[in-house]
T-cell receptor, first 112, second 114 residues
Framework: KQEVTQIPAALSVPEGENLVLNCSFTDSAIYNLQWFRQDPGKGLTSLLLIQSSQREQTSGRLNASLDKSSGRSTLYIAASQPGDSATYLCAVRPNYGQNFVFGPGTRLSVLP | EAQVTQNPRYLITVTGKKLTVTCSQNMNHEYMSWYRQDPGLGLRQIYYSMNVEVTDKGDVPEGYKVSRKEKRNFPLILESPSPNQTSLYFC?????????????FGSGTQLSVL
């Protein structure tokens, strides 16, 4: 059964730092992987989606990479801003139509 | 504006009183799903639907019902709520279940069952 973990559970950095959030999954046979952002008391917003055949995706200051063989994905945030403060979750879809399996999230605080 | 709309935003009820949480999307999405989010357990899928009249169980379906009579609506029904169903509920949708389809979430429904 697919399991997803995220390290660290919480992270606090000063504004302007580049940072990396980690996501690990136990079964390398995945369909796709998504990174989400969740603000307190709100729903999830999809940030980046990486298909099984892809190695990375970029959107603005965000870059997500995927290494299926090692069961890892990283979310790189460049030049962090206080507005980036949120919980970041990764989710893996094992196959077409199957449930997404979510990680527990990394709570990020960017200090001004 | 493209969105997934859930109602109500907050709901307090008592054990055994049937309730429905509505979910509607205006993006013509085929795939819709319900999740619950609990501290320490993360997001878990309750039910999902690949299209109209097609629904299937997720990881934690006990105590819940769904229906998909129209493409845009996917209500979550609790026939006899119990305190262990107190949770934050999210509806989500995507165009299909294909490899490049992002999942869009509603704003959530905070349910408390007393």
């Amino acid at each position: 059964k697919q399991e997803v973990t995220q390290i660290p559970a919480a992270l606090s950095v000063p504004e302007g730092e580049n940072l990396v959030l980690n996501c690990s999954f136990t079964d390398s046979a995945i369909y796709n992987l998504q990174w989400f952002r969740q603000d307190p008391g709100k729903g999830l917003t999809s940030l980046l989606l990486i298909q099984s055949s892809q190695r990375e995706q970029t959107s603005g200051r965000l870059n997500a990479s995927l290494d299926k063989s090692s069961g890892r994905s990283t979310l790189y945030i460049a030049a962090s801003q206080p507005g980036d403060s949120a919980t970041y979750l990764c989710a893996v879809r094992p196959n077409y139509g199957q449930n997404f399996v979510f990680g527990p999230g990394t709570r990020l605080s960017v200090l001004p | 504006e493209a969105q997934v709309t859930q109602n109500p935003r907050y709901l307090i009820t008592v054990t055994g009183k049937k309730l429905t949480v509505t979910c509607s999307q205006n993006m013509n999405h085929e795939y819709m799903s319900w999740y619950r989010q609990d501290p320490g357990l993360g997001l878990r899928q309750i039910y999902y639907s690949m299209n109209v009249e097609v629904t299937d169980k997720g990881d934690v379906p006990e105590g819940y019902k769904v229906s998909r009579k129209e493409k845009r609506n996917f209500p979550l029904i609790l026939e006899s709520p119990s305190p262990n169903q107190t949770s934050l509920y999210f509806c989500a949708s995507s165009l299909t279940a294909g490899p490049n389809e992002k999942l869009f979430f509603g704003s959530g429904t905070q349910l408390s069952v007393l």
